[in-house]
């Protein structure tokens, strides 16, 4: 039982020149009434039947429902009211094209808090009324104009709604289907439903009990009741009774948790909702996928760079592990030859100095090394000589990072007293011919075999320009600056060899002598660690950042897309709320679908950054639900604006 009561209400729109699209516009309409809206175009038939719907308001006056007053009423009021009171027809349908023609008949059933089987059942009963309960299946984009303007009457009728209004509802058809919705539409008024539906067309408009024209806003009612006999027909039941569970929003004083409970969706309502998201995620799945796009990109962006961070950083761990970290040196120097001449003489000379050196646990190679003065040398007696550099080494070590050789044909496996080892760079600078050849030396009036080109020397660059020779030997022709020795050791091992080495070496002068240990490998990955956490934090973070920003755009254009759907929702009953949540569950899914497989996208990336790279992937699980976290935080913020755009939308302006 409801009554409309319209009372001197006008509406004006604001524009430059203010219209005035209703002008003090009364009328009553009593449940079972038939009416029909006729007028030109422009008239204002659809401002009319917009603030009958609680789609609009009127600028002045006042609308009654059943006696109460409308102005007064909040969003959500009068989302409930129009949810539980009014259907909608329009005149361009409002279907959505990808969902089936049931689908589309149970969003009307969507903010009523129906369970999802019964709602089907009840929008399969509605199809079944407009004579498409075989076409249920099919998507309301394939039906004919006729089909669609059905489904959006069996849409507009499921709820079971006292009053069904519909703007033009025949105006896109052929006079065949009119005479169909026509037909439906009487059959509706027949069973108790108020049906108001605005036509151009008079053989429509002489069907209905009612007749009121619109002229420039102003109503004037030309028929009277003729066949409407409201009272008579109150009595039938309308063909979709109201649902137990479609209860009007209580109105009585309500206890905090009542409120609260209230205010919380029924579990049905919710999986309904689901549903509905869920449908049109896929019904869609070229906009989904563009969505889901730019979160797994933002996500990858974050997660590999994090990655890849992670492993460079090992990497370079590994990279000073392999070389700086597996070197202690020992060296007694110039300043200090003097007071310890005697034992120098003896470290050098002292074969067992280099035995307690190697017995050390945690050194895998050791070779000493004397530094001497430059010394005149040449390929030949009569050759002009060339100054080079002389070193004495005690045994040529196996280990290649402590010395690198290309043994010439004359080879060796020690180094004999008449034997050298040439620097490469010395080599050039003393014209040395092709080792094929098996060049000599001559060094300090004496002929050497070369028995090698060093090619590298570790941590002493300078053997690569000199000239190598015994310990011994090199002592008895040259001048000692300093000595010392080449210590390679096992990873991690450095610290512990560099405490015990300079004792090992020479017990009695163990002062004397200076250790060069690489720093503590944990404290100097400490000084390094904060910067490179600093520089992952700031790219995840930017790579997070314009996620959001992308997504945000794309959530908000998508919103704007989607105006019409999103109005009609509102048609439908559904609250500001409704959409906004609509939205961020969208955007949520969106999210986490996007996170997950950019969380699995980046993993992908960076084993094959590595192996490209022959790095040692460093793989850290934990980047999985960071990735889906990061994608659901991505869509969250992403729906926010969206989320507030769909919420503002004006159903009677966005239905136009
Ligand atoms: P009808 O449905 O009878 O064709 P409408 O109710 O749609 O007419 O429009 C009535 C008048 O109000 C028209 O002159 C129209 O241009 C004007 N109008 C409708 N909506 C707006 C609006 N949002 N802003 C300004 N003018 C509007
Ligand atoms: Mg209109």
């Excluded at 009593?30 to 009319?48: H, M, N, R, W």
């Excluded at 000379?349 to 090394?369: F, L, N, S």
């Excluded at 560099?498 to 009695?508: C, F, L, M």
């Amino acid at each position: 039982m409801t009554t409309l009561v319209l009372d001197h209400a006008s509406r004006v729109y604001d524009a430059a020149v203010p219209v005035i699209a209703l002008d003090r516009a009364s009328i009553n309409i009593l449940q079972g009434d038939f009416v029909a809206i006729e007028g030109p175009s422009g008239a204002g038939k659809s401002t009319l039947l917009n603030i009958l719907a609680l789609l609009d308001v009127p600028t002045t006056g006042t609308y009654l429902i059943n006696g109460v007053d409308t102005a007064g009423m909040r969003e959500k009021e009068l989302a409930t009211l129009r949810c539980e009171t009014f259907g909608f027809v329009f005149q361009s349908f409002h279907l959505l094209p990808h969902r089936t023609a049931l689908d589309n008949v149970m969003i009307g059933l969507l903010y009523h808090n129906v369970d999802v089987a019964e709602a089907m059942a009840r929008a399969q009963q509605a199809l079944e009324f407009v004579g498409l309960g075989e076409r249920a299946g099919v998507p309301a984009g394939s039906l004919s104009g006729g089909e669609r303007q059905r489904v959006a009457i069996a849409r507009a009728v499921c709820a079971g709604n006292p009053v069904l209004l519909a703007d033009e509802p025949t105006g896109n058809l052929d006079s065949a289907s009119s005479t169909a919705i026509m037909d439906i539409l009487e059959s509706l008024n027949a069973s108790g439903t108020t049906v108001v539906v605005v036509t151009h067309d008079p053989a429509v408009a002489a069907r209905a009990g009612r007749r009121v024209r619109v002229v420039d806003g102003r109503l004037s009612e030309t028929g009277v009741a003729t066949v409407s006999s409201a009272d008579a027909k109150r009595a039938t039941a309308a063909p979709f009774a109201r649902a137990e569970s479609v209860a009007l929003p209580v109105q009585e004083k309500q206890t905090q948790a009542a409120r609260r409970r209230s205010r919380r969706l029924p579990l049905v309502a919710r999986r309904a909702m689901l549903r509905d998201v869920l449908l049109s995620l896929t019904t869609e799945p070229g906009r989904t996928a563009r969505l889901v796009a730019v979160v797994v990109l933002s996500i990858m962006l974050a997660l590999s760079t994090m990655g890849i961070a992670q492993t460079a950083k090992y990497q370079v761990s590994a990279a000073f592990d392999a070389t700086r970290n597996r070197r202690v040196a020992i060296a007694v120097d110039t300043g200090a030859l003097d007071s310890t001449s005697s034992m120098l003489a003896l470290a050098v000379t002292d074969p067992e100095a280099m035995t307690r050196i190697r017995a050390i646990p945690g050194v895998q190679d050791a070779m000493g090394i004397t530094t001497l003065s430059e010394i005149p040398a040449a390929t030949s007696a009569y050759a002009p000589t060339t100054d080079a550099r002389l070193f004495g080494i005690s045994t040529v070590p196996d280990s290649s990072t402590l010395l690198e050789v290309t043994a010439t044909p004359v080879g060796f496996s020690q180094l004999e007293d008449d034997q050298v080892l040439i620097g490469s760079t010395a080599a050039s600078r003393l014209g040395i011919g092709p080792l094929e050849a098996s060049p000599t030396l001559w060094v300090a009036g004496r002929p050497y075999e070369i028995a090698g080109v060093v090619t590298s020397a570790g941590m002493r660059p300078e053997l690569t320009d000199g000239i190598v020779l015994t310990q011994a030997r090199a002592r008895d022709i040259g001048e000692v600056e300093s000595t010392g020795v080449e210590i390679q050791v096992r990873a991690g091992a450095a610290g512990q060899v560099a405490r015990v080495a300079a004792v090992a070496w020479s017990p009695e002068y163990a002062d004397a002598v200076t250790t060069d240990a690489p720093p503590d490998p944990s404290s100097l990955r400490e000084s390094i660690e904060p910067s490179v956490n600093t520089v992952l934090l700031t790219l995840t973070a930017v790579a997070t950042v314009v996620g959001v920003a992308v997504l945000s755009n794309a959530m908000t254009s998508a919103v704007q897309a989607r105006t019409g759907e999103l109005a009609l929702r509102r048609a439908m009953g559904a609250r500001p709320r409704n959409l906004r949540r609509l939205v961020s569950l969208e955007s949520l899914l969106i999210g986490i679908t996007g996170g997950m497989i950019g969380a699995v996208g980046s993993v992908v990336a960076l084993l094959i950054v590595a192996i490209t790279q022959q790095w040692q992937p460093v793989i850290d699980l934990r980047m999985l639900p960071l990735g889906i976290v990061l994608g659901i935080a991505n869509g969250l913020l992403s729906s926010l604006w969206a989320a507030h755009r769909a919420g503002r939308i004006q159903p009677a302006q966005a239905l136009r």
